[in-house]
């Protein structure tokens, strides 16, 4: 099984950035469809984004499209979350996940996943 560390969360001011990694060690994940998803206190953990095995093709939750990018370097074992004009709606844990089987927008179609990181947006 793949070992996941998420990196780069913090606190930024609304409309601000951050980049978020997700370093895999233990196998390669080039074969793997990878995943990002949130955890809001209080509330049930959800999808934020998904992409397939070369970043060919990438998914969105409707709360971030246009705002949050995937992207993936296999040659670094490594997947990011490029967030953009953020909102304190968007602070979370957020958790990165290597994906198994079944659909992508749900905790059950993965089976490896990072220990977390916080991110914090201020108004």
């Known amino acids: 099984q793949v070992q996941l560390v998420e990196s780069g969360g913090g606190l930024v001011q609304a409309r601000g950035s951050l980049r978020l990694s997700c370093a895999a060690s233990g196998r390669t994940i080039s074969s793997y469809a990878m995943g990002w998803f949130r955890q809001a206190p209080g509330k049930e953990r959800e999808f934020v984004a998904h992409i397939n095995w070369n970043g060919g093709s990438t998914y969105y939750a409707d709360s971030v499209k246009g705002r949050f990018t995937i992207s993936r370097d296999n040659a670094k074992n490594t997947v990011y979350l490029q967030m953009n004009s953020l909102k304190p709606e968007d602070t979370a844990v957020y958790y990165c996940?290597?994906?198994?089987?079944?659909?992508?927008?749900?905790?059950?179609?993965?089976?490896?996943w990072g220990q977390g990181t916080q991110v914090t947006v201020s108004s």
């Open positions: 996940a290597a994906y198994y089987s079944g659909r992508y927008g749900y905790e059950d179609a993965y089976n490896s």
